[in-house]
């Protein structure tokens, strides 16, 4: 996703436009009117790829929100909610004051960025033509996808965690966390310049990003009461599978935008074809990573688990995130089945490791996301195994050190937990004050 090159595409397609007029009518002409559009209709197109990528990553939130009602309790379902709509907010508030200037700094030493002031927007009326697109809508794609890392962590901290430290947290990781990783690929830092690191839309710089955040904050926080007793695992079954369902489907349709958006150009048919290939691919993961989930669900318990059925879906999307162009059809379902695969086999690997995902975050964000990060030269030339394996690395290190040390200081002064009595009565009442499904008696 590095912006330099799209400016510099654009810039070809403008500079082709004037060579070759649009509506030319005979022979080069028609074929160069039929590669590329002019300068002001590809800002426009671009634009508004960013635009419609943008609100379909907005509408993951809502997935997340949905996944996360359901497959909690009942008596924590009002404060999954609150969870959802107060990060994706704090998200871009941080994302704004510091976290796209963090993440894209310009010149820098490759590693942390500086703090230059506010994002700047166009003025009314007014376009840098020579971007290539609004910079308002770049800044609004950027965003959105700050606001999935946090996402990450709320499921898997579901049903312990107190509000306020969650917040802050989230403040943390939306304004300086997440945007440094950022800055070391996409903002042209270190993994990209000194290693190849490729992640085409994130499957390490969104997704394992959140999932090391989610993975430390597991472990200092611990797990529900009741969940690891006398070597046993308790099954705590969620409350609503139909919302659950809706969340995924809700995820899955997001995610043509999170990944086709990516392309990060709509100006010539090249970028147009590309965009409906990576639909096409990144659909096709999905749907393999389901129904591998499914096979292996039924041969290992002997039933079809829909939540791993629900899962395997969104490991196949994260796997195919780091590079969902180059595939051919059938590679892109066999990454996605391997994210099925990853799901059914790590899920219960935390358990033995008495780790408590509530939502499965952990199997489908951090470890698919490695290995979709790690299957990038498999089909991409342009990378590498080395450049992968650094990337991955880099990333866990940085991610585990600064949310630990965030997470150790909250627990510190505030604490992180809710009082026994208040876990066991539900996060509802004593967080919001708001329960869900106030016509259901507790006994």
């Given at each position: ?71 909690v309790r009942a008596k924590n379902t009002s ?291 490695i290995w979709g990060t790690m299957a990038v ?24 050190v600064a949310s630990g040390i965030v997470w ?36």
């Amino acid at each position: 996703m590095n912006r330099n090159l799209l400016k510099w595409g654009a810039l070809g397609v403008a500079t082709l436009a004037l060579a070759e007029p649009a509506f030319a009518q005979q022979g080069t002409d028609e074929a160069a009117a039929a590669v590329a559009v002019g300068g002001g209709t590809a800002y426009i197109l671009n634009t508004l790829l960013f635009l419609i990528g943008g609100f379909l990553v907005m509408w993951m939130a809502a997935g997340f929100a949905m996944l996360e009602a359901g497959l909690v309790r009942a008596k924590n379902t009002s404060v999954q909610c609150l969870k959802n709509i107060g990060l994706y907010s704090i998200a871009g508030l941080m994302f704004w004051i510091i976290g796209y200037n963090i993440a894209y700094p310009g010149d820098f030493n490759g590693f942390i960025g500086g703090f230059t002031g506010w994002y700047p927007m166009q003025e009314v009326g007014a376009a840098d033509t020579e971007t290539g697109y609004s910079v308002a809508s770049d800044w609004f794609f950027q965003m959105v996808f700050c606001a999935t890392t946090a996402s990450i962590v709320s499921g898997t901290l579901a049903e312990r965690i107190k509000i306020v430290p969650f917040f802050i947290f989230v403040t943390v990781l939306t304004g300086i966390i997440y945007p440094v990783v950022v800055s070391w690929e996409w903002g042209g830092g270190f993994l990209d310049a000194q290693f190849g690191f490729s992640d085409f839309a994130g499957s390490t710089l969104v997704h394992s990003t959140g999932g090391w955040a989610a993975l430390i904050g597991a472990i200092i926080l611990g797990p529900r009461l009741g969940r690891f007793v006398d070597g046993k695992v308790a099954v705590f079954p969620g409350t609503n599978i139909p919302l659950a369902t809706l969340g995924t489907f809700i995820l899955w349709l997001g995610w043509f935008g999170f990944n086709g958006a990516s392309q990060l150009a709509m100006g010539t048919v090249g970028d147009v074809s590309d965009v409906s290939k990576i639909f096409v691919n990144t659909n096709m993961a999905a749907c393999a990573g389901v129904v591998v989930a499914i096979i292996l669900t039924q041969i290992r318990y002997g039933k079809a688990d829909v939540t791993m059925a629900l899962n395997g879906a969104l490991a196949g999307l994260v796997s195919i995130t780091a590079e969902p162009l180059t595939p051919n059809v059938g590679m892109a379902v066999i990454i996605g089945a391997i994210g099925g695969v990853i799901v059914v086999y790590t899920v219960p690997l935390l358990d033995k490791l008495k780790i408590d995902d509530v939502v499965g975050a952990i199997p489908v964000h951090l470890f698919a996301g490695i290995w979709g990060t790690m299957a990038v030269p498999l089909t991409n030339g342009d990378a590498n195994f080395l450049g992968q394996f650094v990337g991955v690395v880099a990333t866990g290190v940085w991610v585990c050190v600064a949310s630990g040390i965030v997470w150790l200081i909250l627990k510190a002064v505030m604490g992180l937990r809710p009082t026994e009595a208040e876990e066991l009565a539900g996060l509802d009442h004593s967080e919001t004050g708001i329960e869900a499904y106030p016509e259901f008696v507790q006994t």
